[in-house]
């Protein structure tokens, strides 16, 4: 059974621009989070998707955002990309049951490295 | 708002030592916590997960026991090998549903000596 992908796994990007991170997650799993990791904050949560709606949103600005689709998929993008912006983002997976999506563990991605110069 | 910690921040041991990680946090009405593993670079592996009805659990070398009231939970590794050496973090999660996040703490790094 495949695990959690992401793409790209790495991207350099300039400040100013927008980038677009991909993930899929484990067949049958319906929940996925987003986390951002960097040395001096450790892993911050990002937002939870479930059912394409966002669940919970961390304390991140609005020029993050996410979407999930209908097969699971979700994708988080970053508008207006500042220095403070380079991190590992990861993308985590959850089989979830019934219709308030009650959480099983969870599996982490390998991340996309981002770097913004 | 949840705070997870733990303690000790590095730790570097001779192969073949058992040890043990620890882990506290502040709010006690957790639903589970997890024990991840981390390579350098790499995403985070799940090692152990406990529900927030559970003492304990073991998969191979590891134990994980959580004591919910006293906010506490550790990790043990028995035997320890090179191959061990890793970053290992705890998270735990408030509820059952989604829209429950993860808090986690700041990580052990432990390293394994030949």
């Known amino acids: 059974k495949a695990g959690v992908t992401q793409t790209p796994r790495y991207l350099i990007k300039t400040r100013g621009q927008q980038v677009t991170l991909s993930c899929s997650p484990i067949?049958?799993?319906?929940?996925v989070s987003w986390y951002q990791q960097t040395p001096g904050q450790g892993l911050q949560f990002l937002f939870e998707?479930?059912?394409?709606?966002?669940?919970n949103k961390g304390n991140f600005p609005g020029r993050f955002s996410g979407r999930q689709f209908s097969n699971s998929r979700s994708e988080m993008n970053v508008s207006t990309l500042e220095l403070g912006d380079s991190a590992l983002y990861l993308c985590a997976s959850s089989r979830s049951s019934g219709l308030a999506g009650i959480l099983g563990e969870q599996f982490f991605g390998p991340g996309t490295r981002l770097t913004v110069l | 708002k949840q705070e997870v910690t733990q303690i000790p921040a590095a730790l570097s041991v001779p192969e073949g030592e058992n040890l043990v990680l620890n882990c506290s946090f502040t709010d006690s009405a957790i639903y589970n916590l997890q024990w991840f593993r981390q390579d350098p670079g790499k995403g985070l592996t799940s090692l152990l997960l406990?529900?927030?009805?559970?003492r304990e659990q073991t998969s191979g070398r590891l134990n994980a026991s959580l004591d919910k009231s006293s906010g506490r939970s550790t990790l043990y590794i028995a035997a320890s090998q090179p191959g061990d050496s890793a970053t290992y973090l705890c998270?735990?999660?408030?509820?059952?549903?989604?829209?429950?996040?993860?808090?986690f703490g700041e990580g052990t790094q432990l390293t394994v000596n030949p």
């Open positions: 406990i529900q927030s009805s559970q």
């Open positions: 998707y479930f059912s394409e709606t966002q669940r």
């Open positions: 998270a735990v999660r408030r509820g059952e549903t989604s829209g429950s996040r993860l808090t």
């Open positions: 067949s049958g799993h319906r929940s």
